[in-house]
């Protein structure tokens, strides 16, 4: 097997006091000043414009001065003459805004309240594998010298949502404000291990015990259900386009599966959303409960890329109408996801 580079990635008024932010908003003791994503969540639900990350937004924008909001705030709509629309727009390595997090661009403040936006967009059992992960994968540089934020929209008001974006990283925090989708919008997430074309086993990959959990369920599979789930050719890169209700989606689908396989997938399922908040997590799964549930998903498995010729396979999707997690482990892992409740929602994601 040939193994190939990642071009991508080797290319692509005054400062409010942050103690005091948090304490005027209610999601931090006044003595102690807990980060945001420590508030615990009573009930389980979909993210609001009152949730811990996007209060955080909400206050990070009343902080900035009319210079900054001019560099890196948008309209909702707001259209880039290279990207379309760019407050949908993923990519696996990009900036949407100039400014670093960590420049003095920044206030420390400020840089201080974008952390706590970061950290309540993650579970909170995650936070210190994906500082490791950014780290990692810029070369040991702290959190926020290699990412840049947008906001689109003004936080408070009908429609906002802010972008953070990196190499290795699209996170979003909407409030629920955007129609039908989840994690607002197409998301991105992965991690060069110990170099960028990884050996077999992914030595230090933060995020391949997902595709391990996902060749798991392949195991269980008879040779005719293996046959239709393993496809000869890894679509390329960002490739998450909804195909909607008609289908169409390659490998096999989860109805010709078993009670126990299917069982199964299910516990994939929960182990490739663990990493995110428990409200983007709960509104995923809302979606594709409307879109009909797994069973109306396909699971494939890709052949052409699989390191080490080991039959593990590196490349795998679960897609369903308006369901995308693809995730490629060739040649380190890069993780793309469009979730959303009606297949026509207009987002950037390609096809």
Partial sequence: MKRR???DCENGSLPVDRRQFLTTVGVAAAAGALPLWATPKVIAAPPTPKSAAETAVKGLFDSLTLEQKQKMCFAWDHQDGKRGLLRTHVSNNWQITEPHIRSPFYTKQQQDIIHDVFK??????????FIRQLKEDTGGKPWGAEQSIAIFGEPGTEKFEFVMTGRHMTLRADGNTGAHVA???PIFYGHQGKSPTEEKDHPGNVFWPQAVAANGVFKMLDGNQRQKALVAKTPKESAVAFRGSQGGFPGLAVTAMAADQKAELRKV????????????RDEAMSCLDK?????SCSLAFYSDEDIGDDGVWDNWRVEGPAFVWYFRGSPHVHVWVNVADDPSVATNARG
């Fill in 5 to 7: 580079a990642c071009p």
């Fill in 269 to 280: 399922l929960g182990k490739i959303i663990e990493p995110f908040r428990m409200e983007d």
């Fill in 183 to 185: 994690f607002g919008g």
């Fill in 120 to 129: 309540g967009l993650i579970n909170p059992e995650w936070y210190a594998t």
């Fill in 291 to 295: 879109m009909g549930g797994l069973d």
